[in-house]
């Protein structure tokens, strides 16, 4: 087959690998149900989780656009696990844009932002537990910077754990051979750490 062939043949099978990437993503949280009781307080002010509780809260019937520059927002989300995902690791899913920090029994547990949109509820999951979580969301992001936010509806799910494993294994194996990949995000800028386009190695991956 001629160098072009070649060339082509190989964009195509990159082109798949980065459409089975996504496929595989959906596959992580499986199956997952909407949270109905979600509420959304905003705010200029830096709050305590105290103070933030006494907001006067709106519910969210889907997704919302919040936020304007250096402003805060406070999310309130209240869950019951399903009775069907006893036995399960089960998982917030939640994508209210901007920094954010979920706090969960009066305490900061964890943080949300653009690469990060789950939060590990329990191990093994009973069933029935109810749990109530206050999410803090700055508008403007680490670096000063705004824009208008929409936090989507947010989503409590089965974490597959082989699949999230396969998904990761594959997203390393990607971003090594396409340096559009591996040059985003933070690292945005900076070298690109793919292969290549004449490594060996590049070739044996794909």
């Not at 990159?14 to 089975?20: L, P, Q, S, W």
């Not at 949280?29 to 905003?42: G, L, N, S």
Request: aromatic content about 10%; hydrophobic content about 40%.
């Amino acid at each position: 087959m001629a160098l072009s062939g070649l060339k082509r043949l190989e964009t195509q099978t990159v082109r798949k690998i980065n459409g089975r990437i996504g496929e595989i993503q959906q596959r992580i949280w499986q199956p997952k149900m909407q949270i109905a009781d979600v509420a959304i307080a905003e705010t200029m002010d830096h709050l305590s989780l105290a103070q933030a509780k006494r907001l006067s809260y709106k519910a969210m019937k889907g997704d919302t656009r919040w936020g304007k520059e250096w402003s805060t927002a406070w999310f309130r989300l209240r869950l019951t696990v399903p009775r069907e995902f006893k036995g399960e690791k089960v998982a917030l899913l939640f994508k209210p844009e901007g920094e954010c920090i979920i706090f969960r029994n009066g305490l900061p547990v964890q943080g949300l932002d653009r690469n990060r949109d789950d939060y590990l509820l329990f191990k093994k999951a009973k069933g029935g537990e109810k749990v109530e979580l206050y999410v803090e969301a700055g508008a403007s992001n680490a670096f000063g910077g705004f824009t208008t936010r929409t936090a989507l509806m947010p989503s409590v799910a089965v974490v597959n754990d082989d699949v999230w494993k396969a998904y990761h294994d594959l997203v390393a194996l990607y971003g090594m051979i396409d340096p559009k990949l591996s040059a985003s995000g933070w690292a945005s800028g900076a070298d690109s750490y793919a292969l290549e386009s004449h490594d060996p190695w590049r070739a044996k991956i794909i």
